[in-house]
């Protein structure tokens, strides 16, 4: 199970950090991943980070804005959000897998409830 949070509603240019929680003790082992969904969109990879953290990958329009990390002490995985534009505006997903970076979110067996962020200009 993957329980989300950190959502909320900022202005342009604010910062924020969503976090996923994991109840597995099998957590070190998975690939984790952020997914977003904006209304009317598909789900579209965000960034990702490999079981034991060396490798991290970010969808074109957040490089350099958003950094995914992980903790595989506390089972928890983040995603630090900077410079937030309108359009990061959609539901945030954390999910999990065994394959090694896929970008598609049907390669993903679970999924948290997801938390809703805002960016209002």
């Known amino acids: 199970q993957l329980v989300e949070s950190g959502g909320g509603l900022v202005q342009v240019g604010d910062s924020l950090r969503l976090s996923c929680a994991a109840s597995?003790?099998?957590?070190?082992?998975?690939?984790m991943a952020w997914f977003r969904q904006a209304p009317g969109k598909e789900r579209e990879f965000v960034a990702g980070i490999t079981s034991s953290g060396q490798s991290t990958e970010y969808v074109d329009s957040v490089e350099g804005r958003f950094t995914v990390s992980r903790d595989n002490v506390g089972n928890t995985a983040h995603l630090q959000m900077h410079s937030l534009k309108p359009e990061d505006t959609a539901v945030y997903y954390c999910?999990?897998?065994?394959?090694?970076?896929?970008?598609?979110?049907?390669?993903?067996?679970?999924w948290g409830q997801g938390v809703q962020v805002t960016v209002s200009s």
């Open positions: 597995r003790r099998s957590f070190s082992r998975y690939t």
């Open positions: 999910a999990s897998t065994f394959l090694i970076m896929p970008k598609s979110p049907n390669d993903y067996h679970t």
